[in-house]
């Protein structure tokens, strides 16, 4: 019997469930793909942080699994809650794309070169507000942009906005790496990435042995102590994955190395942390939870209560 693979319907949802797939059927394992709409899907107008509700483009996936109708998860990690669902677990990842973001412009090569008043497009909180703390003393105008990646870029080429923020990850899955130079990339430690950013979270049952043992099999240990670190980070912040929080983990000389950020809503603030630990699965998640403490000040909890209380106003 094949393994059902649960996936959005965007082209890079697909992209990322067909790479899957390649992974399973190299270890001789048939699969099939199955879509899944998400509330992100359906809603593509609202803002991410309107939309309130943690896991927009993750729940309906995780309850296809809970009810059995299909076997295998395929996130985009970012995009995946780190609270824990009962009965489900992040069991594997596979290799990592580049984790920066991109300045994508027709009419500028990077931020710095955007005159007052330009308009630049994003989705996520965590790249406008670290935008914004790169061009203190602008005025230009960061506003919300949804859509996939191909929807972002027709906005961008038919002069909608000025620039457009994008993970490189994605750019280049889709064939659009011909947008990306080095004066574009918006990359660490300057730019820090959403967490997991660029990386694949595969999720299943806990209680499927056999799709569990199957991940095992196609599972990057060293990919998974980093983004595990990451994604302990920011669930020790209990910020959510739409709060302006960036984290970026690698290994280093048999050491995993974790960079932390928060920000101010208005980006005027930045807080970082710097840490390194273990390389295992345990003492990477005792890491994230050590940088998040460390991290943890009256300013950095206000910037996460203000966070909290929009998505309470919202009632999601």
């Known amino acids: 019997m094949a ?7 965007s082209a890079l949802a697909l992209w990322q469930a067909d790479r899957v797939r390649e992974e399973l059927e190299k270890e001789s394992i048939d699969a099939e793909i199955v879509r899944v709409k998400t509330a992100g899907d359906r809603n593509r107008t609202d803002p991410i ?35 824990p669902v009962p009965g489900l677990v992040f069991a594997a990842t596979l290799d990592r794309e580049e984790v920066s973001d991109v300045f994508v412009s027709v009419k500028y090569k990077t931020p710095d070169e955007l005159p007052d008043g330009a308009r630049v497009g994003t989705g996520s909180l965590r790249r406008r507000c670290q935008l ?11 506003d919300d942009l949804r859509g996939n990646v191909e929807t972002r870029l027709k906005k961008l080429d038919a002069g909608e906005y000025d620039a457009v923020i994008l993970a490189a990850a994605g750019l280049k899955r889709l064939g659009f790496g011909g947008r990306i130079d080095d004066a574009r990339r918006l990359a660490p430690p300057e730019f820090l990435p959403a967490p997991g950013q660029g990386a694949l979270g595969l999720e299943c049952r806990a209680d499927d042995a056999g799709t569990l043992a199957v991940l095992e099999k196609i599972n990057r240990r060293e990919v998974y102590a980093a ?6 980070f920011l669930a020790a912040l209990r910020g959510g994955c739409i709060a302006p929080i960036g984290a970026y983990a690698r290994l280093e000389e048999g050491r995993l190395v974790l960079d932390g950020r928060i ?3 208005d980006g005027t603030g930045q807080y970082d942390v710097h840490t390194s630990g273990g390389s295992d699965a345990g003492a990477a998640r005792r890491l994230g939870e ?24 919202n009632g999601k």
């Open 132 to 142: 914004a703390h790169r061009l203190r003393g602008k005025d230009v105008r960061i």
């Open 3 to 9: 393994i059902r693979i649960g996936t959005r319907s």
């Open 263 to 265: 920000l101010s809503l």
């Open 49 to 83: 942080l309107n939309l309130g509700a943690q896991g927009v483009f993750a729940k309906e996936i995780q309850l296809a699994l809970l009810e059995n109708r299909i076997d295998l998860a395929v996130h985009s990690l970012k995009d995946l809650p780190v609270e």
């Open 290 to 313: 050590a940088a998040a403490e460390k991290l943890t000040t009256p300013e950095v909890r206000s910037i996460l209560d203000e966070v909290n209380r929009i998505r309470e106003r």
């Open 227 to 232: 983004v595990t670190a990451e994604r302990a």
